[in-house]
C-alpha cells in the first residue's frame, strides 16, 4: 500500500541551494523517501513559487540554473493544486484564535496535506503545527 508523504516548502529549497546550512541532509533525507516504491512525495503548487523567487533572489543561481532546479523539482514531486476551498480553510485556521496555526505559509501546507491524506509531514521547521498529522523533521538535534 502507497503512502503519501507531503514535503515542506523548505526541504525542497534546501535541497536546490547548495548553499543552505540544511542542502545535504534534506537532500539524503528526501532520496531516502524516493528509493522506496510505497511512498509518494508531494508538495504543493505554491511552493514551485516560493522555490522560484527564494532561488531567484536569495541564492547565487543565475535564471536558468533556478529553472533548471524548478524543473527537476516539478519532475520529482506530485503537485497538489491550491483551491479557493483550501485558501478559505487555511485562512480560517489562522484566524480561529484556538488554533495554533498562525503561519499561513505553514497552515496552506498543512491543508494540502490533509487534502491528499497524508500520512506524514516532511519538515524542517520546529515551529510547524500538525496536531492530527505524524510530522517527521529532518533537522539534526
Not at 86 to 98: G, I, P, R, Y
Amino acid at each position: 500500500m502507497q503512502s503519501n508523504i507531503y514535503v515542506d516548502t523548505n526541504i525542497i529549497i534546501d535541497i536546490c541551494d547548495s548553499q543552505r546550512a540544511m542542502h545535504t541532509h534534506s537532500f539524503e533525507f528526501i532520496t531516502s523517501y524516493m528509493k522506496q516504491d510505497n511512498y509518494e512525495l508531494f508538495i504543493n503548487s505554491d511552493t514551485l513559487a516560493n522555490l522560484f523567487y527564494i532561488l531567484a533572489n536569495r541564492s547565487t543561481l543565475n535564471t536558468e540554473e533556478v529553472l533548471d532546479k524548478m524543473r527537476f523539482i516539478n519532475e520529482i514531486f506530485t503537485l497538489v493544486p491550491i483551491e479557493a476551498t483550501d485558501v478559505e480553510m487555511a485562512l480560517a485556521l489562522c484566524a480561529d484564535s484556538k488554533s495554533k496555526h498562525k503561519d499561513y505559509e505553514d497552515t496552506m501546507q498543512y491543508v494540502c496535506a490533509k487534502k491528499i491524506e497524508s500520512s506524514l509531514i516532511l519538515t524542517n521547521d520546529k515551529k510547524f503545527v500538525s496536531a492530527d498529522m505524524e510530522l517527521q523533521a529532518t533537522h539534526k538535534e
